[in-house]
Each structure stands twice: as C-alpha cells, then as structure tokens.
C-alpha cells in the first residue's frame, strides 16, 4: 500500500462523482465543497460550533442498507472523504439526485424532501442561514435514529428561533419512513479503501494516508518521523480550518478494523481508539453510566460521531472530558509501537500540559475498563458532572468522576476521583 502514491482524492457529491488532483487533502470538506461552487452548504464558526457546515456522511449499516451519519465538513479533512459518499442539504430533493446534484432550476413543494417540506411548514427559517445544517441533522435522523432536540443540538439558529425548528422535527418524527428517498440516494457505501495520497502545496509536499492495518501505521510512523496521526478529526480539524496548521504527512486511523472494536468479556470492556463516541453510546449504554452521562454532555451529535477515544486521550488536553471518567474507572491503554504492544495505566499516561508516555513511534490501540469493582462490593456509586459555558456542544471549564465500591455496611473498599480542567494534566 504505501509504494503506491494515489494522485486523485475520489468520492462522491451528491451522487456525483469528484476526483480532485493537485489539492491539499488538509483543507476541509466545507472548503472544497464551496471552492467547487457547491455553496449551499453554509460556514458559520469553522470550528464544529454551530452546525451550518452539517452534512451527510453515508455508511452502510450492519443491515447492509445505507445509513446516514451528520458530521461538520468545517471540521473534516478532505483526505479523509475519500472513497466516501457525501450528501449535502442541496442533493437531498427528489430531483436532484442523482442526475443534477446543483440544483439550477426551481424545486416544487413536491420535489422537497419529507425534512424539507416539514421546515417549510413549520416556518423553520427565516434567513436560512442555518437552514441546510439543520436539514441535514434532521435528514439523518429521519433515518437513522430521532429527529427531536437532541438530533439538532449542534445546530445553532439566530433568528428564526427554534419553536419553528422544534415543530419541524416533531412532524418529522411522527411521518412514516419514505424509502423512496432512501432509495434514490445511493447503495451502502462499502469498506474504505487504503489510500497514499500525495500533493504539492506552496512547494511544500504534503500526503495524505490512510492504511487499513495497524503494523502499516507503525511502519508509517518510522519512515516518517513527521506525521501526525488522525482519527475523527475534530480537534486536528481546528488547526487545519483556523489555525492553517500545515502537516506534511498525516495518517488516518479510520480503515483500520483492530482500532475499530469493542470486546466485552465479564472482567472488562475493551474500546478500540478508533471508536466513534456515537457508537459508544449506542452499544455500550448501560454498562458504565458515568461514562454514558459524559458522553451524553460531549460536544453535539455531528462532532460525536466522529470523535474517537483514542483522540480525547491523545490530544492530552487537561481539559478532555473523558480521561477524568476514564481515570476513575481504572482505565488501562493498549499501545503499540515497533517494539510490540505494552499497557499502561491511564493514570500513568499524562506527564504534563499537553505531554504523555507516548512515543513519537506509538499508537494508542486500545482502552480497556475493568467491569469488576472491589472484591466484597455491595454497591457502586459512580457518577459524572462537568461544568461549561453552554449545556451542550461546549467542551467542560471543569469536569469530575467519581467512583466508590462500597461493602454492605456501608464501608468504603474502594474510592478514585478523576478531576478536568483543575491542573496541567487530568489527575
Ligand atoms: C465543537 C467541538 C466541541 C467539542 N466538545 C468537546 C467536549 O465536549 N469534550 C471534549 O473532551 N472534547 C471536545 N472537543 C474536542 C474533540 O472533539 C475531542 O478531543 C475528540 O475526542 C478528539 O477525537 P478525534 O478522534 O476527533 O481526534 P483527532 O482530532 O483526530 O486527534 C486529536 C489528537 O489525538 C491524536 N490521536 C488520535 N488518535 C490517536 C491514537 N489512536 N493514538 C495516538 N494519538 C492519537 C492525534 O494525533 C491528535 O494529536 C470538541 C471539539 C469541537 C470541535
Ligand atoms: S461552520 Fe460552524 S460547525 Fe462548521
Ligand atoms: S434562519 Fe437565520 S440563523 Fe437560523
């Protein structure tokens, strides 16, 4: 894979297929999408914040039938769409998929899909300036889970206010599935392909891979001291929108199926860095709730469906809401470098602001939480709180997680008390 230089960046738009050559797989989708002259997809904040970016991401289920996932283009590195199918709220209509992705002519009340229609009635926009993002959260909880706040809490709306909004999704809640539309927007989308993409930006080279097993990223990581790992992109992806951080060779952990599982014996849940949180949250809840009621509190939808694990532990932020969640239940990382794979506990991880135990030449494969509490447990208290500027779709001013096994008189066996945002690193 890696003596293979790919010279095309291919996905699809809307049903349309793009090959883009010459471009830096460091900009973002937003980018291109409104380079290209696709500006129905709106920038607000650039930063994950406000949702107006929103658009559809198409995978396929474990049904085999396609399923939607809403993320930010403003926050998603172009390199990482490739082979992936993308829909934005212009291509959602009934004309214009696939034969004319940019819509030129007028599109009937007929023609709009279900969400469309039921924002048109409800008077779910006034400006419509966060009116395709809203679309394309609603389009994807349409079908794939439920149109309700939580499925727009990532969207922000400055003047129509969200009465209208709310009402929109209700309708679209309580409508029947029409599979039509499913139909008429494309197949599942199959496995990602590797990829060794290579480009010149301003003299500089700039390459973009992404391998498919993980003793690939090793070699990867020793050919170039220079790279920098990427899993959803939510944080990298603000350097790259607003900071024009430039990074010379990047690798994409998202086609590599070891980072991408999650084993759960009776002693522990193992969860693959590569895990998107959403997927946590769908097939984990129940199992660790202090962990379920962070993630509920992390960001929005768009950016949880991205985000991983392994990259609120990477970035080693002293601010990162899972680390102090992670830490009070004992949590232990896999990591693996040219050496082999050794563990460590998380509590050993973080050695300063921004600093941790890995090397330049590691990835973090694994987190693994003990399922046991102490031995002699009658009970086990284990809560979450964090505090920030907005409910939700905020990153925390301070978080803390507490766990406490206690015996049947009541008597303490076992207490940890993970704190965020107190001191350089989570302690
Ligand atoms: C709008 C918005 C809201 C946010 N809200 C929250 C919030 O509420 N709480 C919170 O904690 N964070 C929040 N974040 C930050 C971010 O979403 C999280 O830190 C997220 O978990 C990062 O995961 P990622 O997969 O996107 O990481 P990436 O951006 O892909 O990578 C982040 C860092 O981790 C490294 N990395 C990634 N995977 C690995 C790996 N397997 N091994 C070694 N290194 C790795 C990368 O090299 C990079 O340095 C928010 C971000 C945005 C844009
Ligand atoms: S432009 Fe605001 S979230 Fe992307
Ligand atoms: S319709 Fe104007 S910001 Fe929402």
Not at 197 to 202: F, P
Request: aromatic share 6%; with cysteine; proline share 6%.
């Amino acid at each position: 894979m890696t003596q293979q230089r790919d010279v095309w960046l291919s996905f699809t738009v809307n049903g349309e297929p793009v090959s883009a050559k010459d471009i830096s797989p460091a900009i973002t989708l937003l980018e291109y999408l409104r380079l290209s002259g696709r500006a129905g997809t709106k920038e607000g904040c650039g930063d994950g914040d406000c949702g107006a970016c929103t658009v559809a991401i198409v995978g396929a289920g474990a049904d085999g039938k396609p399923h939607y996932q809403a993320v930010n283009s403003c926050l998603i590195p172009l390199g990482a769409v490739a082979g992936r199918q993308v829909l934005t709220a212009d291509g959602v209509t009934q004309c214009s998929i696939p034969k004319k992705p940019l819509v030129k002519e007028p599109v009937t009340f007929e023609q709009l899909h279900p969400v469309q229609a039921a924002m048109v009635e409800t008077g779910g926009s006034q400006c419509g300036y966060c009116t395709p993002g809203f679309i394309m959260s609603l389009f994807a909880a349409y079908y794939d889970g439920t149109p309700d706040d939580l499925s727009v809490e990532g969207n922000l709306c400055r003047c129509t206010g969200y009465i209208p909004i709310r009402r929109a999704a209700q309708l679209v809640a309580d409508a029947t599935i029409q599979d039509q539309f499913s139909a008429q927007l494309g197949s599942a989308a199959t496995e990602l392909l590797p990829l060794a993409y290579t480009t010149q930006n301003n003299g500089h080279s700039e390459r973009f891979y992404r391998p498919t097993q993980l003793s690939e990223v090793l070699d990867l990581l020793q050919q170039h001291p220079d790279a920098t790992l990427v899993a959803g992109a939510t944080d990298l992806g603000l350097e790259m929108s607003w900071h024009r951080q430039h990074y010379p060779v990047l690798i994409s952990l998202e086609a590599i199926a070891e980072l991408k599982q999650i084993q759960q014996t009776e002693d522990y849940v193992e969860i693959g860095a590569a895990v998107p949180l959403s997927h946590i949250e769908a097939n984990l809840h129940g199992i660790f709730p202090s962990l379920d009621e962070m993630i509920h509190w992390f960001a929005a939808r768009q950016v949880r469906n991205r985000a991983t694990l392994g990259g609120n532990i990477g970035t080693a932020s002293p601010i990162g809401d899972l680390p102090p969640v992670l830490l009070s239940l004992d949590a232990t990382l896999k990591l693996a470098g040219p050496g082999g794979e050794r563990t460590l506990p998380l509590a050993n991880f973080f050695t300063g602001y921004r600093q941790t135990e890995l090397q330049s030449s590691e990835v973090i494969v694994a987190v693994q939480i003990p399922r046991r509490p102490a031995p002699g447990t009658a009970r086990r208290l284990a809560q979450s709180y964090k505090i920030g500027k907005r409910g939700t779709d905020d990153i925390s001013i301070v978080a803390a997680a507490f766990v406490v096994d206690v015996d049947s008189s009541n008597t303490i066996l076992h207490a940890r008390l993970g704190y965020g945002g107190v001191a350089a690193t989570p302690p």
